[in-house]
């Protein structure tokens, strides 16, 4: 299997530092399993080149999403400290191929979660508090034409987080009935509900604590978790203003700029 997985790295690590498309891998890769050591791969690269690893997200958990590429399941991969922006802080178009976004709930941990079959109860003890997030989802595949494989090895087709800056505590709080808008530049581009993202936000990152314990890669304190999208991912064509807005839980600006000034 080596040389399979070598081959679909390479093509992926080619097409991110050249900014150019390439065509899908799955034609090296029969498994999900394969899928994920080619992830695994990159992920050692940018280490090894300097990156820190400062949590995970979770890919393909609302049904619009799923239907948007036809693809049923999720999937997770990896976030690094370069892929995270502040709310406002101006994110750069350039760093992008074919971007898309999404709004999220990002899960910020005061605990590790490395126990086999982490349970919801599990997931709420170890969530120090939870911020509204946007994320900016890219594909180093061309025209997005993807299947599971494609997307797990290019990382869960990763691109950047915004993430806000007022913490909220989950104590109390039903965020499977927490209600999602996205706009572009002041319009309504997005709509949906923690209910879209395998039932709740809490089910998904419980799902990912599971499937990262399993694979010998545990969610840590002090990781970030983007736990999935709300609603339907949207084209980023350029510079402009997305405004996450979710109930009770605050909002969040992600401000894409043709150059940071």
């Not at 605990?111 to 349970?119: E, F, I, K, Y």
């Not at 002041?186 to 399993?214: K, N």
Request: hydrophobic letters at 45%.
């Amino acid at each position: 299997m080596t040389a399979p997985i070598e081959a679909a790295a390479a093509r992926l690590a080619t097409a991110a530092s050249t900014a150019t498309p390439c065509p899908p891998v799955r034609e090296f890769l029969g498994t999900i399993d394969a899928a994920y050591a080619v992830q695994r791969r990159l992920r050692d690269q940018r280490v090894e080149a300097g990156a820190r690893v400062a949590g995970a997200k979770i890919g393909l958990t609302a049904p619009s999403v799923q239907r948007q590429f036809g693809v049923y399941q999720p999937d997770f991969g990896v976030l690094f400290d370069d892929m995270l922006y502040a709310h406002t802080e101006p994110v750069p178009y350039r760093r992008f191929l074919q971007p898309r976004a999404e709004g999220e709930i990002a899960f910020v941990l005061g605990r590790d979660l490395d126990v086999p079959g982490a349970s919801v109860a599990d997931v709420l003890r170890a969530t120090e508090f939870v911020l509204p997030a946007i994320e900016i989802v890219d594909s180093r595949i061309g025209a997005w034409d993807l299947s599971i494989v494609d997307t797990v090895a290019d990382n869960a087709s990763s691109g950047a987080v915004v993430l806000g800056c007022t913490p909220f505590s989950l104590t109390g709080r039903d965020l499977a009935a927490t209600g999602m808008t996205l706009e572009l530049d002041g319009e309504p581009v997005s709509f949906g509900a923690g209910h879209a993202c395998l039932g709740s936000p809490v089910a998904a990152v419980a799902w990912l604590a599971r499937e990262l314990a399993a694979r010998e890669q545990p969610l840590r304190a002090g990781d970030v978790v983007m736990s999935g999208a709300l609603g339907p991912m949207v084209p980023v064509t350029g510079a402009g203003r997305f405004r996450l807005r979710l109930d009770g839980l605050g909002e969040v600006d992600a401000v894409i700029e043709e150059e940071i000034q």
